[in-house]
């Protein structure tokens, strides 16, 4: 049996009633036993230990209950107090009307006992003993006189005729018993009126000693099945025939009545003498016996206290456990049924809370991922959206950013959540221009007026990476209610399509000046050298000379605009690319040899990267562009002393990809900050002479091979930098499909 | 918080009285078996015994002493009816040891009950053996105290029950009888050493 089950059974309503009733039939037991009833007589001693160890048992349960409960008290257990309160209440109404009876009922029990006991009965039954000896004195003292006077007569009775001398006096006294004994306790003659009476009934020893003392003796025995008898015994007197001392017994019947009478009288006068006696053991009895009842009941209605008290409490401590499991989120509490009385509706109630609790938690729940998966369904669609997308607050604090709007802006917009745009701003001063323009919208629209309509605007950043375009518009977000929750910002990065159309345009200007312009100067050169060919000779000295010079510059002029054209042609034609693996380092080296052998004032660094993968290139065109740079570098470089250009190469770790980067870097002038874009365009320079298209071209090259192209300011000088792809082993076999990925 | 204080006082003051009252308990049963040095005397005592082997069977002869206490005396002295029980062991000695009863094998067991009654009419003593029902009368207490005490010719045992080996012994004592006391005075009887009247065991060994 396990602890629980036999804490079970041990606190249980049925074993504790079947222990208690036990209890008391043991006591009823020990009441008729105290009573004198014969048959639990001798069981009294047993059920007396019983119930003791019984109520020692119940006591013993009772304190470990209050134990309990006082432990419950201290520890604040819910319900404890209200069961103290409870259980004081049911002992102390059970307890008083318990020990009032009791006070009650051991008055009247000792007044009853002492009732049994009468002065006046004392004194009757002491007189009629007195006078029951008085009537059996008379006659014994008459028979003590008729058998010494037998005696007398048997003295002279010679010894073989003794034994019937003896008979005949027998029968004329009426005795039913005579006995001649002699001096060693040996019996001479014996007559008997029972002819069944082999052995006669000898004299103890007691008499014979009161016959040495007195004489004679008389007294009333019961002698065997005879009943009640007076024995006579008397002393021979001495004679001539013998000198050995002689004893007669005789024994004399009482009358069956007088007997009867006499044996009522002593068995009743010896029975109220003893109950006399125990007067005081039996009232102690009896007291006793009613304390235990007294203890059976206080336990029993103690115990009873505490059983009901815990049945009705224990209802209201599952509901202040479940009240406090529900407080603590736990909604699938549900109580055990307890009747079908208030508490019991209190706690079918309480179920049905719960049960409701739950069921709204799950909805909550359920609505909760609902609105979950669909924050994260848009949150996966806004990250894959090149779009840049902004959300903030009625505050103005950015509250979400997808991905690309970190990478359009140039930002870690993660770890700005929370800011205003503003504070963004500080950080990156770059965005400004974004601030500016949402302020510019804000106060139009102040917090007192509508949140603002819908805006679009364009905005151009310069950041990091060079001048940024963006297209960018705003819309207000609306609460439940109507009310201004805030602001979303969509922005496009467009400054790559607006190069690819300028850089369209371009081209379309290119092939046009070419087509258009290339036409008419090979006319022009040809009529200008005709028209010198054959007018120069005729004319006059210094005519001829001024038609030299015309003709001359007008060739010159021509060659020159043809040269112009062919730059144009060359930068329009967008020539089939051959593909090869390229050593950029090798490549680098060989072009600034070339460089290097030249001239000597030329000063040209290389920092080339050991670990610098191949490069899959046009090997010409990747030198076409090396040659524009380092051409270009060289022209920046201020006239007086070396010139001097650093070039770099660099392998770069993407997140997506890998990448190699060349840097050349000269020590001019630097550039305009504004013209870091602009400077890849046909026809910008800051120098005084060259077409305006290496740079162009330069950028037209790169984004062939799907690399990307910027300037650097820097105080001393300006820097490009080129990023070109580095494809993988696998994807070499595939050129198409690599282009189209590029 | 009134009501925790509450019970924390009363469980403060209630250790005392129930140690006043434990103490108060062993005091009285101390008291009570200790009491009345008058009656200290009291008691039973086998001065001697042996037994003779008579036609087959073992009698026991004894004289005992037998002094009532004050209680006991008063109580036959109003009529209460007091049993004597002289108890008798006979036990086969097992081991060298003497008086090793663990171990010793017990070969019969007797009781012998006698019952002293009072005679109010006739103001006499009557002794009834409850196994016979055999009676005897005294005219005084002295004389039944004689009586009582000089036990003569009790059969005992037949002589074919010990075995024809070995070392016999026999035990005796008398007692008083409390559980033959009317039930009023025996819980007073139990706990007094005033009723608690027994001899020490007599033991001697059976000659053959």
């Known amino acids: 049996m396990d602890n629980r089950a036999l804490k079970r059974f041990s606190t249980g309503l049925g074993p504790i009633l079947a222990f208690v009733l036990l209890l008391l039939v043991s006591l009823v037991l020990m009441s008729n036993a105290t009573q004198g009833s014969a048959r639990f007589g001798q069981l009294y001693s047993v059920l007396l230990v019983i119930n003791a160890l019984g109520l020692i048992a119940l006591g013993g349960l009772i304190v470990s209950n209050l134990f309990t409960l006082l432990r419950q008290v201290r520890r604040g257990q819910p319900g404890a107090r209200l069961t103290v309160r409870m259980v004081a209440v049911f002992v102390i109404l059970s307890v008083t009307p318990v020990l009032v009876v009791y006070y009650f009922s051991l008055q009247f029990l ?89 052995v006669p009934h000898r004299p103890s020893d007691a008499i014979l000693v009161q016959l040495r003392q007195s004489g004679s003796y008389i007294g009333l ?55 006399a006696y ?56 549900q109580l055990p049924e307890s009747g079908e009385d208030e508490v019991g509706f209190l706690v079918e109630s309480f179920n049905d809370m719960t049960r409701r609790l739950a069921r709204a938690r799950d909805e909550t729940r359920r609505s909760q991922q609902q609105v979950e998966d669909q924050r994260r369904y848009l949150e996966t669609v806004l990250s894959q959206l090149s779009t840049g997308v902004l959300t903030l607050d009625e505050n ?24 205003t745009l503003e504070e963004i701003s500080h950080q990156y001063p770059h965005l400004h221009p974004l601030e500016h323009a949402l302020q510019a919208h804000v106060v139009k629209t102040s917090p007192t007026s509508t949140p603002g309509d819908d805006w679009r605007e364009e905005i151009i950043l310069l950041g990091p990476s060079g001048r940024q375009i963006l297209t960018c518009s705003s819309t207000p977000l609306s609460a439940s209610g109507g009310f201004f929750a805030g602001r979303v910002i969509v922005f496009d990065d467009v400054t790559d399509l607006i190069q690819a159309q ?30 010198r060919h054959k007018y120069l000779g005729k004319m006059k000295a210094e005519d001829s000379d001024a038609l030299d010079r015309l003709t001359r510059t007008i060739v010159q002029q021509v060659e020159a605009m043809k040269a112009m054209v062919n730059a144009f042609s060359e930068y329009a034609r967008a020539p089939r690319m051959r593909l090869l693996n390229v050593d950029v380092n090798e490549l680098v080296t060989d072009v600034v040899e070339l460089y290097r052998a030249g001239n000597s004032e030329i000063d040209i660094e290389t920092t080339l990267a050991d670990d610098l993968p191949p490069l899959e290139a046009d090997t010409d065109r990747l030198r076409q562009i090396l040659h524009n740079l380092i051409k270009n570098a060289l ?38 900050e504004d013209m870091t874009e602009d400077i890849f365009d046909p026809h910008v320079t800051t120098k005084t002479k060259g077409g305006g298209l290496g740079l162009a071209i330069v950028k037209k090259i790169v984004e062939e091979h799907g690399g990307v192209v910027w300037a650097e300011y820097k105080t001393q000088g300006a820097s490009v930098i080129m990023q070109f792809p580095v494809v993988s082993g696998d994807s070499l076999s595939a050129p198409a499909t690599r282009k189209q990925a590029i | 918080m009134h009501c925790l204080a509450s ?38 005592d086998i001065r001697n015994a042996r037994t003779r082997l008579v036609d087959g069977v073992y009698l026991l002869d004894a004289d005992i002493s037998f002094v009532f206490s004050k209680e006991a005396l008063e109580a036959i002295e109003n009529g209460v009816p007091v049993t004597i029980i002289l108890e008798m062991q006979v036990l086969r000695q097992r081991g060298l040891i003497w008086d090793n009863l663990w171990w010793d094998k017990e070969i019969a067991q007797l009781e012998g009950k006698l019952r002293i009654e009072t005679r109010p009419l006739s103001k006499t003593y009557l002794v009834r053996n409850l196994n016979s029902g055999e009676m005897q009368v005294f005219a005084s207490f002295s004389e039944l105290l004689v009586g009582l005490g000089k036990i003569r010719n009790f059969p005992l045992l037949d002589e074919y029950l010990l075995g024809d080996e070995g070392h016999y012994y026999l035990r005796l004592r008398a007692l008083l009888d409390i559980e033959s006391l009317p039930s009023p005075l025996r819980p007073w009887a139990y706990l007094s050493a005033l009723w608690r009247l027994e001899s020490d065991w007599y033991q001697w060994t059976i000659e053959r």
């Open chain 1, 110 to 198: 000792h007044r009853g006992i002492d009732s049994w006991f009468d002065v006046r009965i004392e004194r009757a039954l002491d007189d009629a003993l007195e006078l029951s000896r008085s009537a059996l004195g008379v006659r014994m003292r008459e028979l003590l006189s008729h058998t010494e006077v037998v005696a007398d007569d048997l003295v002279d009775i010679p010894d073989d005729q003794i034994a019937i001398g003896l008979d005949d006096n027998r029968r004329l006294s009426g005795a039913s018993e005579f006995t001649l004994i002699g001096a060693n306790g040996h019996i001479i003659a014996s007559s008997s009126r029972d002819p069944t009476t082999i």
């Open chain 1, 221 to 275: 025995d019961s002698v065997g099945d005879a009943g009640l008898n007076v024995r006579v015994v008397v002393r021979l007197p001495a004679s001539l025939s013998t000198t050995e001392p002689r004893i007669l017994q005789a024994l004399y019947p009482v009358a069956e009545r007088t007997s009867a009478l006499a044996e009522t009288v002593q068995s009743t006068y010896a029975k109220y003498r003893e109950l």
């Open chain 1, 278 to 333: 125990l007067r005081k053991p039996l009232k102690t009895s009896f007291t006793l016996t009613l304390s235990l009842v007294l203890l059976l009941s206080l336990f029993a209605a103690v115990w009873a206290a505490f059983y009901s008290a815990r049945r009705m409490v224990a209802p209201l401590q599952d509901l202040a456990q479940g009240t406090r499991a529900v407080a603590d989120g736990d909604y699938e509490t």
């Open chain 1, 396 to 419: 103005g604090r950015l509250f979400t950013s997808n991905k690309a709007a970190g990478q359009i802006l140039r930002v870690e917009l993660n770890d700005e959540s929370g800011k």
């Open chain 1, 502 to 531: 300028r850089n369209a345009a371009w081209s379309e200007v290119a092939r046009r000046l070419a087509h258009e312009i290339k036409n008419p100067l090979t006319p022009i050169q040809l009529s200008a050298e005709r028209l």
């Open chain 1, 635 to 672: 022209e920046a470089s201020p006239s007086d002393g070396a010139a001097r250009v650093r070039i770099e190469t660099l392998f770069v770790k993407g997140p997506s990809r890998d990448l190699i980067e060349i840097r050349t870097r000269d020590f001019g002038r630097g550039l305009p």
């Open chain 2, 7 to 44: 019970i924390e006082r009363i469980r403060v003051r209630a250790w005392p009285v129930v140690w006043l009252a434990v103490c108060s308990l062993l005091l009285v049963i101390t008291e009570s078996s200790t009491s009345a040095p008058d009656n200290i005397e009291a008691g039973f």
